[in-house]
């Protein structure tokens, strides 16, 4: 009778090789599944987003929210904004910014900003006081943007740097999409460059004259609306092996166009801007991406990122341009 063969120290090598190997398809299943999963939520975000603009422009005369604060309009309770409303229209669009901030967040010590521009990253808090949603909204969070989601669960975070510096009290009401300034800024009188928003050196500043009327567009000067980005994930979450700022030629993000449809495209499919203070010029506007500290790090591993092209947050023409799908238009550089 034979003696049956044990288990050998080749059949257990072999045996945990596979294993390891199984083992690495499985994690890698996972992590696909759950980048399709935000993916998809993230999409669904933007929809959303979409459905609140079309309501409220069917009763605001047909305009993307906006802050609509002005020297001569609106009011608030609380003496130090109401001062800062007088002061004009950037300074009263911050001023109504904090003042939402403060109702709906219950948070009363939220301190005014000087020089800050709500409406890119802040562009749904008229929305959200509009629709009478909760607050912080969970659906104005992208899901690979962990770090704000966490900061919606505990709007009253202690751990930042310095402790308790006011000013990152606003951080947890921000959203994780941007809106184009087409939507928000007079960038297409071409005969009053002091009025228009410009882009500053770096991705979160922007230079605005004082005398600027910032106010909502309204949603039917739009030429190309299936053609024209509206709304997008600022990074680039669940593509490639790297977090990517939306900027980047290779960055694909879910983008909300304004016809309502959400598709996820390259950016550098996008026709490449303009230079909204320079219509005539064939230039694009460009700038660094230089994150701040709560940011996804650079490419270039601590130097600054240089975009050479604003795409679809510059749209050459503004509201009658289009970003994807067909060419730029005329605006006398060509």
Same mark, same amino acid.
């Given at each position: 009778?034979?003696?049956?063969?044990?288990?050998?120290?080749?059949?257990?090598?072999?045996?945990?090789?596979?294993?390891?190997?199984?083992?690495?398809?499985?994690?890698?299943?996972?992590?696909?599944?759950?980048?399709?999963?935000?993916?998809?939520?993230?999409?669904?975000?933007?929809?959303?987003?979409?459905?609140?603009?079309?309501?409220?422009?069917?009763?605001?005369?047909?305009?993307?929210?906006?802050?609509?604060?002005?020297?001569?309009?609106?009011?608030?309770?609380?003496?130090?904004?109401?001062?800062?409303?007088?002061?004009?229209?950037?300074?009263?669009?911050?001023?109504?910014?904090?003042?939402?901030?403060?109702?709906?967040?219950?948070?009363?010590?939220?301190?005014?900003?000087?020089?800050?521009?709500?409406?890119?990253?802040?562009?749904?808090?008229?929305?959200?006081?509009?629709?009478?949603?909760?607050?912080?909204?969970?659906?104005?969070?992208?899901?690979?943007?962990?770090?704000?989601?966490?900061?919606?669960?505990?709007?009253?975070?202690?751990?930042?740097?310095?402790?308790?510096?006011?000013?990152?009290?606003?951080? &947890?009401?921000?959203? +994780?999409?941007?809106? *184009? !300034?087409?939507? =928000?800024? $007079?960038? %297409?009188?071409? #005969?009053?460059?002091?009025?228009?928003?410009?882009?500053?050196?770096?991705?979160?500043?922007?230079?605005?004259?004082?005398?600027?009327?910032?106010?909502?567009?309204?949603?039917?000067?739009?030429?190309?609306?299936?053609?024209?980005?509206?709304?997008?994930?600022?990074?680039?979450?669940?593509?490639?092996?790297?977090?990517?700022?939306?900027?980047?030629?290779?960055?694909?993000?879910?983008?909300?166009?304004?016809?309502?449809?959400?598709?996820?495209?390259?950016?550098?499919?996008?026709?490449?801007?303009?230079?909204?203070?320079?219509?005539?010029? &064939?230039?694009?506007? +460009?700038?660094?991406? *230089? !994150?701040?500290? =709560?940011? $996804?790090? %650079?490419?270039? #591993?601590?130097?600054?990122?240089?975009?050479?092209?604003?795409?679809?947050?510059?749209?050459?023409?503004?509201?009658?341009?289009?970003?994807?799908?067909?060419?730029?238009?005329?605006?006398?550089?060509?």
């Amino acid at each position: 009778m034979r003696r049956r063969r044990g288990f050998t120290i080749i059949d257990l090598v072999v045996t945990l090789a596979v294993a390891a190997m199984l083992g690495l398809v499985l994690v890698g299943l996972m992590a696909d599944a759950r980048r399709n999963a935000g993916l998809g939520q993230s999409i669904a975000n933007l929809k959303r987003f979409g459905d609140g603009i079309r309501a409220y422009a069917l009763e605001n005369d047909d305009r993307f929210p906006a802050y609509t604060w002005s020297a001569t309009e609106g009011h608030s309770e609380d003496p130090d904004l109401e001062a800062q409303r007088l002061q004009g229209s950037t300074a009263s669009s911050a001023a109504q910014a904090v003042d939402i901030l403060r109702r709906l967040s219950g948070y009363q010590n939220m301190p005014p900003f000087t020089g800050w521009i709500p409406q890119a990253r802040f562009a749904h808090l008229p929305l959200l006081e509009f629709l009478g949603s909760e607050f912080p909204a969970r659906w104005t969070a992208s899901p690979g943007d962990e770090l704000l989601v966490a900061w919606q669960r505990d709007p009253f975070f202690d751990d930042i740097d310095p402790p308790h510096y006011e000013p990152f009290r606003r951080l &947890p009401y921000q959203s +994780s999409y941007e809106a *184009a !300034p087409t939507w =928000w800024a $007079p960038e %297409e009188l071409a #005969d009053l460059n002091a009025y228009r928003v410009r882009q500053g050196t770096s991705h979160g500043h922007w230079q605005v004259s004082i005398l600027s009327v910032l106010t909502g567009r309204r949603l039917n000067t739009c030429a190309f609306p299936s053609e024209k980005a509206m709304m997008w994930d600022v990074w680039q979450w669940y593509h490639g092996p790297r977090i990517a700022y939306w900027a980047h030629a290779e960055a694909r993000v879910p983008i909300l166009s304004a016809d309502g449809h959400v598709s996820v495209r390259t950016t550098g499919e996008a026709n490449p801007g303009w230079l909204p203070v320079l219509p005539e010029s &064939p230039g694009t506007t +460009s700038f660094y991406y *230089a !994150p701040f500290d =709560w940011e $996804p790090p %650079e490419f270039t #591993d601590g130097r600054p990122d240089w975009i050479d092209a604003g795409r679809i947050r510059w749209t050459r023409g503004g509201a009658l341009g289009r970003d994807f799908d067909g060419p730029e238009i005329d605006t006398g550089q060509l």
